[in-house]
């Protein structure tokens, strides 16, 4: 608390007679942590003070008056007058001129110092911050302007982020784009239950086309038997189709724990059905009866796809929702890294156009992600779904305008390149299923790579992501996404079938 005081007190001496300098993101993965106002104060006044001292006041003046000042504020601090302080730096931070200059250079290296002070000894931390003082100390006017604007924005992008903690459907979503983290023992088991499942439909999907014809072949006498057979094995399709959206939502880390419960119930409910339906065709003794329990288990296929439908857009409009404020970040890390371009002194008036499309396509998915919210909470299903596709597509937009974004700033040099890799650097593997087949996106280190697999089994598409990339097959299932399109549509039209 002593030290809080002491750095208002000096803040108060600063602000009658010098502008406050804006407040930065961090500063570096390692060592540019997130600063208070009140240690940024600290470290421009300590810097701008001894400036302001005149003639006529000797340091031992200075020094005595700060004391009494320290004492004065430790009453008003009782009475808030810390915290307007602290709103009233935010609020003239924002005053500093594009073109004053030395402004710029000064907030700048005020804040690198702030980090520097963190650093320990002879680490690579300060060695980092020591050569980036010095790069903004013979910062051109030119690039002390470029600088500033990617500061700025820098900062509004962060106050997207802020207001994203308040978002209805955003706010359970970090830095990584997950509303839950989940134990990479607990993911495996959930995938390969869900692989296990995969088989299992399969396989019951075969027994039914067998069992349709043997009922279609049977005598009257038979029918009653291979009809309970036939209707057995259409149940078995419609649990193990309903367990795989249970082992979906055991691996999907886009949603919170209270609104997978709530699809787990709803799932649970027609597992139920299936199960009563169950008994009651083992216990059936004549077609008639048999009859209506084919028309109650149509009923229930129909319920399932019309549930499944909404459970499986939720889950991916979740997906969605965590890759929007994912990609939130990661423009807070693209400006970051045109800043630090400035810096060295290099060009970004290529990348700046393509970082704003970038932030526009981010900006058009979240609006659809919330109208595709919106419509499913509204039961309007496939309205909801086009408007998931919209999202889907400028997402697909967005990653492909950081391609070329990356592409940019690669070719600026090696300093570009080291900056991007210290903000941005991200391991990612990608495969999109549908019609049969797997779209895979590989973007793992120096390997970047697209190609397609006329295959839909995980393993065998894992196993051909080992063999192209050299990767271990362990880290590629730790990295490794997969989406399937529509996959839980053609599934149960299959079972109604």
Excluded: W
């Amino acid at each position: 608390m002593k030290k809080l005081f002491a750095v208002l007190v000096l803040a108060l001496l600063v602000m009658s007679a010098v502008p406050v300098f804006a407040q930065e993101t961090e500063v570096s993965a390692d060592s540019e942590t997130s600063v208070e106002n009140s240690d940024e104060t600290k470290v421009e006044s300590e810097t701008e003070v001894r400036t302001e001292t005149t003639s006529e006041e000797t340091k031992e003046e200075t020094e005595v008056k700060d004391g009494e000042r320290r004492t004065r504020l430790r009453e008003e601090m009782k009475d808030g007058a810390g915290e307007r302080l602290n709103l009233e730096i935010r609020e003239r931070v924002r005053d500093i001129s594009a073109k004053d200059f030395e402004a710029i250079r000064a907030h700048h290296e005020a804040k690198l110092r702030i980090a520097l002070e963190r650093c320990s000894e002879n680490s690579e931390c300060k060695v980092d911050l020591e050569k980036r003082l010095a790069l903004v100390a013979r910062l051109s006017d030119k690039d002390a302007e470029r600088l500033k604007r990617h500061l700025d924005s820098s900062e509004e992008v962060r106050e997207e982020i802020e207001s994203l903690k308040k978002h209805r459907e955003l706010k359970e979503f970090d830095e990584e784009g997950k509303a839950r983290h989940l134990a990479a023992a607990r993911l495996r088991e959930a995938k390969a239950k869900h692989e296990r499942l995969e088989k299992e439909f399969d396989e019951a999907k075969e027994r039914i086309k067998d069992a349709r014809d043997r009922l279609r072949d049977a005598s009257d006498e038979e029918k009653v038997e291979h009809g309970k057979e036939y209707l057995s094995h259409v149940l078995d399709a419609v649990e193990d189709h309903l367990n795989k959206i249970l082992a979906k939502l055991d691996e999907s880390e886009h949603l919170t724990e209270e609104q997978v419960a709530e699809i787990k119930a709803d799932v649970n409910v027609r597992l139920k059905a299936a199960a009563d339906l169950r008994v009651r065709a083992e216990a059936a003794t004549t077609r008639d009866e048999l009859k209506d329990l084919a028309s109650e288990a149509k009923d229930l296929v129909k319920d399932v796809k019309e549930h499944t439908k909404k459970a499986s857009g939720r889950i991916l409009t979740h997906r969605f929702g965590g890759i929007i404020v994912q990609s939130k970040h990661l423009a807070e890390k693209l400006e970051k890294t045109l800043a630090r371009m400035a810096e060295h002194g290099l060009d970004t008036s290529k990348a700046e156009p393509l970082v704003d499309e970038f932030h526009s396509l981010i900006d058009s998915a979240q609006k659809n992600f919330e109208d595709a919210l919106a419509k499913f909470k509204a039961d309007e299903t496939e309205a909801a779904r086009e408007s998931m596709e919209k999202a889907k597509n400028d997402l697909k937009e967005a990653r492909n305008t950081l391609r070329e974004i990356t592409k940019e700033i690669k070719a600026q040099g090696r300093d570009a390149a080291e900056s991007l890799e210290e903000e941005t650097e991200e391991d990612e593997i990608e495969v999109e299923i549908e019609d049969g087949i797997a779209k895979v996106e590989v973007e793992v280190g120096d390997i970047e790579m697209e190609f397609e697999l006329e295959t839909t089994n995980e393993d065998d598409i894992i196993a051909e992501i080992v063999a192209r990339t050299g990767l271990s097959e362990e880290r590629v299932r730790g990295i490794v996404e997969f989406e399937f399109e529509d996959e839980s549509e053609e599934e149960s039209e299959e079972d109604e079938e």
